[in-house]
T-cell receptor, first 112, second 114 residues
């Protein structure tokens, strides 16, 4: 069973602070995706990283895929209350058939 | 464009009752998935269907069955509900025309088993 561990599990910070969320696995993934989920809704894709070592930026969010494609990080600069939500990483496997395994989640709260 | 539609949105069952969660997508996607999400947690894959006519077990398939009725519809059945199946259930789909396509999610079904 593939397992994607996220850390930290919970994070409460003040507006303007920086933070990093980690997503780690012992398995190799063909790609890794980051989603954000609001209460009462399904997750919504933020970004997909495919190549080992790849870095993608989405405004104040920076995503990195590990060189070995086993881990990833999400860095938020100058967090805002609108960043509050549940952040989920998801690894895509191609061993036989496509399936997406989700991480354990990081619940972020940004205080004004 | 409706995307992924799940019904019902809420359901309360007694232990031992059965029910079917319905999911339909109108994006002509090949692959469909059922996940469950427990409070404050990530999503765990129950079953998936890589293409019409195929289904496979995910991480937590015990106590569930699925049917890929056609390309649009993928249903999840609880034959004899247990309190441990209290959760929010999400259906998702993706096209798989390209590698690493994103998942489109429904809005979820909140299920309570008493």
């Amino acid at each position: 069973t593939q397992l994607l561990e996220q850390s930290p599990q919970f994070l409460s910070i003040q507006e303007g602070e920086n933070l990093t969320v980690y997503c780690n696995s012992s398995s190799v993934f063909s790609s890794l995706q980051w989603y954000r989920q609001e209460p009462g809704e399904g997750p919504v894709l933020l970004v997909t990283v495919v190549t080992g070592g790849e870095v993608k930026k989405l405004k104040r969010l920076t995503f990195q895929f590990g060189d070995a494609r086993k881990d990833s990080s999400l860095h938020i600069t100058a967090a805002q209350p609108g960043d509050t939500g549940l952040y989920l990483c998801a690894g895509a496997t191609t061993s036989g058939t496509y399936k997406y395994i989700f991480g354990t989640g990081t619940r972020l709260k940004v205080l004004a | 464009n409706a995307g992924v539609t799940q019904t019902p949105k809420f359901q309360v069952l007694k232990t031992g009752q059965s029910m079917t969660l319905q999911c339909a997508q109108d994006m002509n996607h090949n692959s469909m998935y059922w996940y469950r999400q427990d409070p404050g947690m990530g999503l765990r894959l129950i079953y998936y269907s890589a293409s019409e006519g195929t289904t496979d077990k995910g991480e937590v398939p015990n106590g569930y069955n699925v049917s890929r009725l056609n390309k649009r519809e993928f249903s999840l059945r609880l034959e004899s509900a247990a309190p441990s199946q209290t959760s929010v259930y999400f259906c998702a789909s993706t096209s798989r025309r390209l590698t690493n396509e994103k998942l489109f999610f429904g809005s979820g079904t909140q299920l309570s088993v008493l």
